[in-house]
């Protein structure tokens, strides 16, 4: 059983720049996607974006929702079976409990529901 963990989360001021982690408790099985959602109060989970690798095909593959990508950004390291969420200029509305979710398989999707495996969630505060 694959367990994440969030890190990195806080309080932070509007225009701060704040790097998530997502890190496997042990070595993962490839290929896999680890995806970043986020949930403000009262709203439903959003999809940010996800990281798939394929370590048997040495390809990885990193994808931003179209809204967001001009701030978020995502990274990984299959060596490090750990997978990162930048923010570059938080904003208010950024406030929200983010999460990572990891699936067998390296095709990307925007459901929650494809996931099979979730992180406790950690907290991001933004005041401006």
């Known amino acids: 059983q694959v367990q994440l963990l969030e890190s990195g989360g806080g309080l932070a001021q509007v225009g701060d720049s704040l790097r998530l982690s997502c890190a496997a408790s042990?070595?993962?099985?490839?290929?896999?996607?680890v995806a970043w959602f986020r949930q403000a109060p009262g709203k439903g989970r959003q999809f940010i974006g996800a990281?798939?690798?394929?370590?048997?095909?040495?390809?990885?593959?990193?994808y931003v929702e179209e809204s967001l990508k001009d701030r978020f950004s995502i990274t990984g390291s299959g060596a490090e079976d750990t997978v990162w969420l930048q923010n570059t200029a938080l904003k208010p509305e950024d406030t929200a409990i983010y999460y990572c979710?990891?699936?067998?398989?390296?095709?990307?999707?925007?459901?929650?529901?494809?996931?099979?495996?979730w992180g406790q969630g950690t907290q991001v505060t933004v005041s401006s």
């Open positions: 042990e070595r993962t099985f490839s290929p896999i996607t």
């Open positions: 979710a990891a699936v067998r398989g390296a095709v990307i999707s925007t459901s929650s529901s494809s996931y099979n495996y």
């Open positions: 990281f798939s690798e394929n370590l048997h095909l040495n390809n990885n593959n990193a």
